[in-house]
């Protein structure tokens, strides 16, 4: 059974960082493209960063660029997020997300299949 868990969220001051883990079970994540989201209480999940089943190709959001840097470790069969000078309004569940379509670097929610639980990550004084 495919399956993708995140870890890492938590509580952390504006400022600071941290850096989330996307671990994939029952399927090898390197013939998938991967891609990180994100929702906020009452607004859309929104795409945040993506990268391609090589790692040759990544994406960010506006919002994010400069400050997060995705990466993955297909040995280990994860991909992360670092996350660095957080602000309130990074604060959100994020989810990572996984597309057959390997050299995807897409933002967009309906161009992945298959989708994590969520872990909350929480950007206050």
């Known amino acids: 059974q495919l399956q993708l868990v995140e870890s890492g969220g938590g509580l952390v001051q504006p400022g600071g960082s941290l850096r989330l883990s996307c671990a994939a079970s029952?399927?090898?994540?390197?013939?998938?493209?991967i891609g990180w989201f994100r929702q906020a209480p009452g607004k859309e999940r929104e795409g945040v960063s993506c990268i391609s089943s090589s790692g040759g190709n990544t994406r960010y959001a506006d919002s994010v660029k400069g400050r997060f840097t995705i990466s993955r470790d297909n040995t280990k069969n994860t991909v992360y997020l670092q996350m660095n000078s957080l602000k309130p309004e990074d604060t959100a569940v994020y989810y990572c997300?996984?597309?057959?379509?390997?050299?995807?670097?897409?933002?967009?929610?309906?161009?992945?299949?298959?989708w994590g639980q969520g872990t909350q990550v929480t950007v206050s004084s």
């Open positions: 029952g399927f090898t994540v390197d013939d998938y493209a």
């Open positions: 997300a996984a597309t057959g379509r390997k050299y995807s670097i897409s933002l967009m929610e309906g161009s992945y299949d298959y």
